[in-house]
């Protein structure tokens, strides 16, 4: 939450200058232009409706859940979110984050250290992650699929290695296990990462020039390539980065379950539920808009709705339908503010850095 | 319905074994060298069995397969494992035409769906090899005679496990199963009925949806348990909701209080058993799995198997077509021996 003030402020920042003359309305648009404003207000409503309906949501037990629930998740997300803005996207984060977690696993078997075996599984999934960037940004591919192929290569490669049973590395050290169950002053350490790696890729995403970067390559590679932007090596950081975040997502899920699965987020299709994040948290398909704040908050609107459904005991056959429901409502709504938002801030287009 | 039924296929399965055994004995009259009584129950080495899976790599096929082994070496016939690599339809019923197309003497046969096996099966019975499914069935195929897990009942005993695991006092219990997966969802609905009708000191207040993935599943207990916090068990529909129910209970600082039952074997959930986060799983009978089909294959072709006077040019099925192999309780206890090599 503390992150998710800073962010309202540094964001409205621009608009201060010109709208400094009104006073309450001021704060209304202030809120209201930030661009993640609705999705804020969606899990609101969601969250207090959930408050009234179960006196069981609004505790911290409850809350906590569901924040360890969705880090690895998110972690993935704030990967997507980037690939997204670029113009692209990568299915293969879900057999990534097998295939690092079922390395692990299998090194640690054959008894290499067992922090020596997570180097080498993330050494694998960077691996993975540039060669996608390399048939995207090199070849020229298209990243649908490319990221595609690649999933395949990567669950098939995690199939091979385990035959296809789960690998359990139950014994392993606590240092370990720490990464996945411990917690520092009361917070697991797999939040603390996701938190970590969330504020800081969104604070770069704003300021940093490779990121910023990312950004011109996806709203119009030509005029990108033009101006002296590299986009190849762009695309090739890119899809590096999102294999790095997935393999990261991987690793702590292993150490979180101490079991490492080769069908690690295939049931539930991370790959597809980290791009419905992002697109919640208003960022675009066809790429150039979007931040990882964004993203972040539509994790937690889909966690947030998930966890409702449990609460209010909702028979399992109509939880994805509500699910649905809720999501093309949310979007919908998103999207008719963003655009009466836009009719708003008529000739005040964001220029960029 | 479900007693009836096993006592039924008990019934008639004795009636062809008694059956089969007294047409050994009128066959070996017809044979010519041999004076070993035994004879008949002696196949040819060229004699080629094959079982058929999908997902092949996997290690729950390879309980089964060993069965299909043991059994074929009683008889000193030829087994041989094959099958599709993926979970794809259109890969296995490759893989089994190409056996049909070798002329095996028999097929045992895994089906990944019900229906794409049904022009094959009834292809390769036409030419007189003799098919039976183990594990996941095609019923209307027509083949001979279908060995799995009755998951009816294999929930039933979930409820008895997870009933004697809370003891007399019992208290509130939920599921967590993957409802796009029909074994799943008939687990689920013994497990409810054997807390309706049996098992009373349980109550099911809740059914959640793992998804078939550890972190789905241990969101949903999570959410579970702060729903209902006077939850005393679990039952999960299968391993990989186990997993993850496990880690939902460590991180609600509940190990201990609220117990597990999840399902088959795998080493995860063995490890977990014996550490104790897992109570029990229900582990199925995949060794008989195997072990009676290659029984039932080698019966079909040797005409062991008559309980009916000329069934074969009458079309009458000599097999009952369904046989429950069972489950059996994992517990710390025993979990020991379902380790495999």
């Known amino acids: ?353 | 319905m479900n007693k009836v039924n096993k006592i039924i296929s008990v019934t008639v399965l004795i009636t062809f074994l008694v059956a089969a055994l007294l047409t050994g004995c009128s066959n070996f009259k017809n044979n010519d060298s041999s004076n070993d009584s035994k004879t008949s129950l002696v196949g040819d080495s060229n004699e080629e069995y094959y079982m058929v899976t999908f997902l092949s790599g996997i290690e729950y096929w390879k309980g089964c397969y060993s069965g299909f082994k043991d059994a074929g070496k009683l008889y000193g016939i030829k087994t041989i494992y094959t099958g599709g690599i993926q979970y794809d339809v259109n890969q296995e019923v490759t893989a089994l035409e190409q056996v049909i197309a070798k002329k095996p003497a028999g097929i045992a046969l895994t089906c990944i769906n019900p229906d794409a096996f049904k022009v094959p099966i009834k292809a390769a019975m036409d030419a007189g090899i003799p098919i039976v499914t183990f594990d996941s069935d095609s019923p209307d195929s027509g083949r001979y005679s279908f060995l799995g897990t009755g998951n009816k009942y294999a929930g039933e005993v979930a409820a008895k496990a997870l009933s004697e695991q809370l003891g007399p006092k019992g208290g509130e219990v939920v599921a967590i199963t993957n409802p796009i997966q029909l074994n799943n969802e008939e687990r689920v609905n013994g497990f409810r009925d054997a807390i309706n009708e049996t098992y009373k000191n349980l109550k099911l207040v809740q059914v959640g949806n793992g998804n078939g993935d550890q972190t789905e599943a241990a969101k949903v207990l999570s959410g579970l348990l702060q729903a209902h916090p006077d939850i005393k068990g679990v039952f999960c529909t299968e391993a990989t909701s186990g997993v993850g129910a496990a880690a939902a209970v460590k991180e609600a600082n509940k190990e201990g209080l609220v117990k597990i039952v999840s399902f088959d074997t795998d080493k995860g959930t063995l490890d977990a058993i014996k550490s104790g986060t897992i109570a029990t799983s229900i582990a199925q009978g995949t060794y008989v799995m195997g072990y009676q089909s290659m029984n039932f294959l080698f019966q079909l072709k040797h005409e062991l198997i008559n309980p009916l006077k000329d069934w074969k040019a009458k079309g009458i099925n000599p097999l009952p077509p369904f046989v429950d192999t069972g489950v059996y309780i994992v517990s710390k206890k025993n979990v020991d021996s379902f380790y495999t090599k």
């Open chain 1, 1 to 353: 939450m503390r992150c998710l003030e800073e962010k309202t402020m540094s964001s409205d920042k621009p608009q201060n200058k010109t709208f400094n003359w009104r006073t309450l309305n001021t704060i209304w648009e202030k809120i209201t232009s930030f661009r993640e404003a609705t999705v804020v207000l969606i899990i609101i409503v969601i969250g207090f409706i959930l408050s009234l309906c179960s006196p069981h949501f609004l505790t911290m037990d409850n809350l906590m859940s569901v924040t360890i629930g969705l880090s690895a998740e998110g972690i993935v997300v704030v990967g997507m979110t980037i690939a997204l803005v670029s113009g692209g996207f990568d299915f293969s984060v879900g057999s990534v984050m097998a295939l690092s977690g079922v390395i692990a696993g299998e090194l640690y078997l054959l008894n290499v250290n067992i922090w020596l075996a997570c180097g080498i599984a993330l050494l694998v999934g960077m691996l993975f992650g540039l060669l996608n960037g390399f048939f995207i940004g090199r070849v020229g591919l298209n990243p649908f699929i490319t990221t595609l192929a690649v999933m395949g290569i990567a669950r098939g490669w995690s199939y091979v290695i385990t035959q296809g049973s789960p690998i359990s590395i139950l014994g392993v050290s606590k240092s370990f296990t720490f990464i996945g169950q411990g917690k520092i002053i009361g917070l697991p350490f797999i939040v603390i990462v996701f938190l970590a790696i969330a504020i800081i890729s969104d604070y770069m995403m704003r300021k940093s020039e490779p990121l910023r970067k990312v950004f011109y390559t996806g709203s119009n590679e030509k005029t990108a390539i033009l101006s002296g932007i590299d986009t190849t090596t762009v695309k090739i950081g890119v899809y590096l980065f999102v294999a790095t975040l997935a393999s990261v997502a991987g690793i702590l899920s292993m150490a979180r379950f101490t079991v490492a699965t080769p069908a690690t987020g295939l049931g539930a299709d991370v790959s597809m539920k980290s791009i419905s994040a992002a697109v919640i948290g208003g960022v675009s398909l066809s790429g150039g808009e979007g931040t990882i704040l964004g993203a972040v908050l539509g994790v937690i609107l889909l966690n947030l709705i998930n966890n409702g459904l449990i609460l209010l005991n909702i028979p399992v056959y109509w939880q994805d339908l509500m699910n649905g429901v809720i999501l093309i409502c949310a979007v919908t709504l998103d999207h008719v503010s963003h655009k009466n938002r836009q009719k708003n801030l008529k000739g005040k287009k964001f220029k960029g850095v």
